[in-house]
């Protein structure tokens, strides 16, 4: 069996009511944050900006950009393979709407995310950290 660790950057975008925005891309059933893997020489915030744009159609507010850390986590679409996510926590601005290949978008609560099958770095650290985030009043 092939593995590897594939690295990535991630979103947590929350709406005003403090709900976190979560994608599902077509053919696939696991919803995640927006996101993906870096171009060659891009940095987090580069590849962060183009995989906003492309996947949600949005721009990110350059001051409002938060590193929360590196996570691992087993890769909810790539069989084998792990993810290693920078994520940050950022505001976009403009129309969010699914484009490229993204199928699906939804607002969840991070503490109560209904029965949404979840990929496992959503449901084992954003999710938990964005409810954490948001109980110690950090929004």
Known sequence: MMSGTIE???????DPAGRVLLV????TT??????????SGEDDVTALAREI???????????SIQ?????DAVSANEPGFR???????????????PQAEIE???WVDPAA????????????????LASQRRAAGAV
């Open 67 to 71: 590193r929360l850390g590196e996570f």
């Open 30 to 39: 696991a919803f995640m944050q927006p996101g993906g893997k870096r171009d």
């Open 113 to 128: 995310p209904a029965d949404l099958p979840l990929a496992p770095l959503t449901r084992d650290h954003v999710l938990p």
């Open 8 to 14: 990535i950057v991630a979103a947590l975008i929350r």
């Open 83 to 97: 993810v290693r996510a920078s994520l940050y926590e950022i505001d976009v601005t403009g129309h969010i709407a």
């Open 24 to 27: 599902r891309k077509r053919g």
């Open 104 to 106: 699906a978008m939804v």
């Open 53 to 63: 744009d492309e996947e949600l159609g949005c721009r990110l507010v350059p001051d």
